[in-house]
């Protein structure tokens, strides 16, 4: 399974530090991604990494967030800078097997999720 943590309530400017445990995901070289969903709104891909550790983020996080794997002890992380109180959601870890093709940053080319953690921002 897919288990996140690190979600707490900061202030905005503030920083935080999302882990997912992933055994057997990241040493198996899915890919792997980080998804927000805020109440009354669709499921939103933030930021993928590849197996060769490249990746890609969504336009409104760009510069702010950062994500990262340790292969070693295959956990996912995902560093949270400056953040904003639109960057209030649930957020989610992701996993795709790495023999299929390379993902878009959208929800259904994923096939695994964790049951997500949350994230309040408050101005």
């Known amino acids: 399974p897919l288990v996140e943590s690190g979600g707490d309530s900061v202030q905005a400017g503030g920083s935080l530090k999302l882990s997912c445990a992933a055994s057997g995901y990241i040493a198996s070289r899915f890919y792997m991604a980080w998804f927000r969903q805020a109440p009354g709104k669709a499921r939103e891909g933030v930021a993928q990494?590849?197996?060769?550790?490249?990746?890609g983020y969504a336009d409104v996080v760009k510069g702010r967030f950062t994500i990262s794997q340790d292969n070693i002890k295959d956990i996912l992380y995902l560093q949270m800078n400056n953040l904003k109180p639109e960057d209030t959601a649930t957020y989610y870890c992701a996993a795709r097997p790495g023999w299929m093709v390379p993902p878009n940053l959208i929800e259904t080319d994923y096939i695994n999720y964790g049951q997500g953690t949350q994230v309040t921002v408050s101005s």
């Open positions: 990494i590849n197996g060769d550790g490249s990746t």
